[in-house]
């Protein structure tokens, strides 16, 4: 149990486009999802922390306006990518908690999405 | 502030048993986490410790002092596969995860 899926895995747009990715957890109600991004060799990095039904909370750093968050249901929530540039290009990941697992703050994660932005 | 402290990186023979040490500093505690992380890939649960001493899982067990603020995550009869990050990851007073740079471990034949 407790499966998380993210799609695209993998997505290459143009400078100047938006990028849509999906994150769902598929057997469980996930009432808080988190979005990070990963650079080759470096730490995650939580990006925002979303909550079904309300804003999310978006990290110091992170632009809201370009890395739009939705979480309408318990089992979906997305990232949007806007006006993309290289400097975007990235690992995303998405993971998930809710009441499941060992504890309901564990943090299930998605397979990620490589973003590569030309 | 919060800090996690890790080695970056370690290296080790198939077949050994290495430990993999954490010190951390968080606002509060709930609980440790160990995830391992394959390059290029999403990372995956290894263990939880919410109270002090020992779980054993299978080759994997994960130590926790919450006085002392250390963990260690304990791999044995170590296998090619296991080549990977392992991350360190307590919950903090507001019920985050924490995340630290993670140790890079390099099995070797």
């Known amino acids: 149990g407790a499966v998380v899926s993210q799609h695209p895995s993998r997505v290459i747009c143009k400078s100047g486009t938006s990028v849509k990715i999906e994150c769902r957890s598929l057997?469980?109600?996930?009432?808080?999802m988190f979005w990070y991004r990963q650079f080759p060799k470096q730490s995650l990095m939580l990006m925002a922390t979303s909550n079904e039904g309300s804003k999310a909370t978006y990290e110091q750093g992170v632009e809201k306006d370009k890395f739009l968050i939705n979480h309408a249901s318990l089992t979906l929530s997305t990232l949007t990518v806007t006006s993309a540039h290289p400097e975007d290009s990235s690992f995303y990941i998405c993971?998930?908690?809710?009441?499941?697992?060992?504890?309901?703050?564990?943090?299930?994660f998605g397979p990620g999405t490589r973003l590569t932005v030309t | 502030g919060q800090n996690i402290d890790q080695p970056t990186e370690m290296t080790a023979t198939e077949g050994a048993i290495v430990q993999i040490n954490c010190t951390y500093q968080t606002s509060g505690f709930n609980g440790l986490f160990w995830y391992q992380q394959h390059a290029g890939e999403a990372p995956t649960f290894l263990s939880y410790?919410?109270l002090d001493g020992l779980e054993e899982k299978g080759r994997f067990s994960s130590f926790l002092s919450r006085s002392k603020g250390y963990s260690y995550l304990l791999l044995k009869e170590l296998q090619m596969k296991d080549s990977a990050s392992y991350l360190c990851?307590?919950?903090?007073?507001?019920?985050?995860?924490?995340w630290g740079a993670g140790t890079k471990l390099i099995i070797k034949p």
């Open positions: 993971s998930a908690s809710g009441e499941s697992g060992r504890s309901s703050y564990e943090q299930y």
């Open positions: 990851a307590p919950l903090d007073s507001n019920y985050q995860l924490i």
């Open positions: 410790n919410v």
């Open positions: 057997d469980f109600q996930a009432t808080t």
